[in-house]
């Protein structure tokens, strides 16, 4: 039986670090149930072994596909992965990633309160997942939300897999600095884009501001239409549904505010410290504009939000939340005020 090892990415985090390979060992068992068929698990699923005093995942996994190997390639802290041999030698693979892009798209931004990128991979992986057949995951463009955008993390790592990201903030600073940060990188990399300003309003209101890119990787992909939309809205959350049709977005993903470090806002000048109000009103209106068998995604801070609270306002909003051992399995501290969990909800059709 074949049998594979997966290098794991430090992380620039030092705590996260520490969880990394317990992380993406409940990742790469969530892709197995929702994308590979459950062929990992059957198997015995991922074990960790140090190999060359290293850590690395190792799997038996009869039968993978060359799209299965794929999907292992987007894990979201694989840094290599090898085939581990009788005699321990490793061959490197080369199963290729999604990403169209050079990774500074998602690593040249530095800020307070920034999401850990291989987090934010992992959460666009388990939502996408479970949103998508194995061929949508890996070869389909699909449009993705962020309601509380912030600075971008999540769009940028939806651009580089190639999708469609829509972004939505109230704070006027964190959308200039991102909007910014789009239009200079859009340049220095020399790709073919247009980009355009407008007002939202509806039914005579001013729901905010919007700056829209169409951009393609290649001037021939440009030339030919084949162009993906970064769109960036600076306005109220609580207003999503009013800037999008409902069942617009495949899905919605969203790393909510910690309600320590970050005050959690629930309007345009309303503040509050308290995420559950906040998710509590916004999650009716993500789920309006999420289509049916779309998917929901967020990581929050169960220091000041019980699990248990987080999934019945998904299953009030009429969500169905994934409840299997690899997604109960997630939740890693950040620092003393923060345990951070991520759940994944979906639509029904």
Same mark, same amino acid.
């Given at each position: 039986?074949?049998?594979?090892?997966?290098?794991?990415?430090?992380?620039?985090?030092?705590?996260?670090?520490?969880?990394?390979?317990?992380?993406?060992?409940?990742?790469?068992?969530?892709?197995?149930?929702?994308?590979?068929?459950?062929?990992?698990?059957?198997?015995?699923?991922?074990?960790?072994?140090?190999?060359?005093?290293?850590?690395?995942?190792?799997?038996?996994?009869?039968?993978?596909?060359?799209?299965?190997?794929?999907?292992?390639?987007?894990?979201?802290?694989?840094?290599?992965?090898?085939?581990?041999?009788?005699?321990?030698?490793?061959?490197?693979?080369?199963?290729?990633?999604?990403?169209?892009?050079?990774?500074?798209?998602?690593?040249?931004?530095?800020?307070?309160?920034?999401?850990?990128?291989?987090?934010?991979?992992?959460?666009?992986?388990?939502?996408?997942?479970?949103?998508?057949?194995?061929?949508?995951?890996?070869? $389909? %463009? @699909? =449009? #993705?939300?962020?309601?509380?955008? /912030? +600075?971008? !993390? *999540?769009?940028?790592? &939806?651009?580089?897999?190639?999708?469609?990201?829509?972004?939505?903030?109230?704070?006027?600073?964190?959308?200039?600095?991102?909007?910014?940060?789009?239009?200079?990188?859009?340049?220095?990399?020399?790709?073919?884009?247009?980009?355009?300003? $407008? %007002? @939202? =309003? #509806?039914?005579?209101?001013?729901? /905010? +501001?919007? !700056? *829209?890119?169409?951009? &393609?990787?290649?001037?021939?992909?440009?030339?030919?239409?084949?162009?993906?939309?970064?769109?960036?809205?600076?306005?109220?959350?609580?207003?999503?549904?009013?800037?999008?049709?409902?069942?617009?977005?495949?899905?919605?993903?969203?790393?909510?505010?910690?309600?320590?470090?970050?005050?959690?806002?629930?309007?345009?000048? *309303?503040?509050?410290?308290?995420?559950?109000?906040?998710?509590?009103?916004?999650?009716?209106?993500?789920?309006?504009?999420?289509?049916?068998?779309?998917?929901?995604?967020?990581?929050?801070?169960?220091?000041?939000?019980?699990?248990?609270?987080?999934?019945?306002?998904?299953?009030?909003?009429?969500?169905?939340?994934?409840?299997?051992?690899?997604?109960?399995?997630?939740?890693?501290?950040?620092?003393?005020?923060?345990?951070?969990?991520?759940?994944?909800?979906?639509?029904?059709?």
């Amino acid at each position: 039986m074949p049998q594979y090892a997966i290098l794991v990415q430090p992380s620039a985090n030092r705590v996260y670090t520490q969880n990394a390979a317990r992380l993406l060992s409940n990742e790469l068992l969530a892709l197995d149930d929702l994308l590979l068929g459950g062929r990992v698990a059957a198997a015995g699923g991922p074990v960790e072994r140090r190999l060359g005093g290293v850590p690395y995942l190792v799997l038996d996994a009869p039968d993978l596909t060359v799209d299965d190997l794929r999907v292992l390639a987007n894990l979201s802290s694989l840094f290599a992965l090898f085939e581990l041999r009788d005699d321990g030698s490793l061959l490197p693979l080369d199963a290729p990633r999604l990403d169209r892009y050079d990774d500074d798209l998602l690593t040249i931004l530095k800020y307070i309160g920034k999401t850990n990128e291989q987090l934010t991979r992992l959460l666009l992986n388990l939502t996408a997942a479970a949103a998508l057949p194995v061929e949508g995951f890996l070869g $389909s %463009r @699909v =449009r #993705v939300l962020d309601p509380m955008c /912030g +600075r971008g !993390t *999540t769009l940028n790592q &939806a651009l580089m897999y190639g999708w469609d990201a829509y972004g939505v903030d109230v704070d006027r600073r964190d959308v200039e600095a991102y909007t910014a940060f789009a239009a200079r990188w859009l340049q220095d990399k020399r790709l073919k884009h247009r980009s355009s300003s $407008s %007002r @939202v =309003r #509806v039914a005579g209101r001013n729901l /905010g +501001r919007r !700056t *829209t890119f169409e951009l &393609a990787a290649t001037k021939d992909e440009y030339r030919a239409g084949d162009v993906q939309t970064l769109e960036i809205t600076q306005g109220d959350t609580l207003d999503t549904d009013r800037m999008y049709r409902a069942g617009f977005f495949d899905v919605v993903v969203a790393d909510a505010p910690y309600g320590i470090q970050h005050g959690s806002v629930t309007g345009p000048r *309303t503040p509050s410290r308290s995420p559950r109000d906040l998710l509590t009103d916004a999650i009716p209106v993500w789920t309006t504009v999420l289509r049916r068998g779309g998917a929901m995604g967020l990581s929050w801070n169960t220091k000041v939000l019980p699990r248990e609270d987080l999934v019945a306002m998904l299953r009030d909003a009429g969500l169905e939340p994934l409840d299997g051992p690899a997604f109960l399995g997630l939740a890693h501290r950040v620092d003393q005020a923060i345990e951070r969990d991520v759940v994944v909800a979906r639509k029904p059709r």
